[in-house]
């Protein structure tokens, strides 16, 4: 951390400081201009708050060089993480990975029929909610249990992986015989308590960005569910909320790279949520690729006008198939193949 000193400092202002460096445990390295000093606090004590130290007096400026997230930093393993599966997938690796579904799992038949249709569009896992985190009490909420065992079943019947929300603590035992990933939903970004206990798995979670969150809060929250043992985080970008109301949520594709470089974990894209708009959602998913996203979270639905949730932004499955031969044709332009 560094601490740059107004002009007018006093010696005493400038011994007041070193001394509360000293005491919260860093080593100070004091230089002393012309005109200005400049304190660099060497190490890295935990228990501070570097705002504390714009409050001193004399103070002009205080810069933090290292992050607040350890675990999920880059520098924690600099040659990134790759979340592996037992069936050989791997996401973070040279791979994409593609993870398509209905919003919500609706009944057996749309279910098993969406399955087949993602799995012989390429898609590597299926995607869809048993635990609904709906806008309103009264939308539909989903199917709770019957829709696990539902997406158990395709899911060992195809060979897809299954990625499904979990909404609170209570549901995480419930959930884990029967998905392979466990999504944190963009509401729950900052539950603590159940990123926390989400920690204590050995199975992978998928961390979506809350709706208002930043990205440096999207790494914090990571660093709750790693800080419990779990290293195994899939961060993902769903949109933003701003002032555009032509799309649902801004999907931040900037997000991609940003995230690449400031952490190892794996980074995936949602252009459903990002755009909610079903013609908006190839454009952002080819886009994600090219950014640098190592997987992608896409809704399909079968009969999407008859949807229970997210109709609008789910694609015809003609549409995914589509979208998945575009994907191919980028990949190696960026370096990358399709899973
Ligand atoms: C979802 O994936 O269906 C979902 C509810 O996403 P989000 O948490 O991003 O809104
Ligand atoms: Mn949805």
Redesign the pocket.
Known sequence: MIVAMQERATEEDIQGVIERLVQVGFNVHRTTGTVQTVLAGVGTPSHFDHKDFELLPGVAEVVRITSPYKLAGRGFRPEGTVVRFPNGVAVGGDEIVVMAGP??VESREQIFTIADQVKSAGASFL?G?AF??RSSPYSFQGMGLDGLKLLREVGDRTGLLIIS?VMEISQIDLMLPYVDVL?V????MQNFNLLRELGKINKPVLL?RGIAATLEELLLSAEYIMAGGNYDVIL?E??IRTFETYTRNTLDVSAIPIIKKLSHLPMTS?PS?GTGLRDKVPPMARASLAAGADAL?I?VHHDPDRAL??GAQSLFPDQFAKLMEELRMIAPAVGRKMA
């Open positions: 919003c919500s995607r909610g609904k985190p929300e999504q939903g963009a509401r729950n979506k993902c769903r949109g949602d949520h979270l809704e949730s997210d």
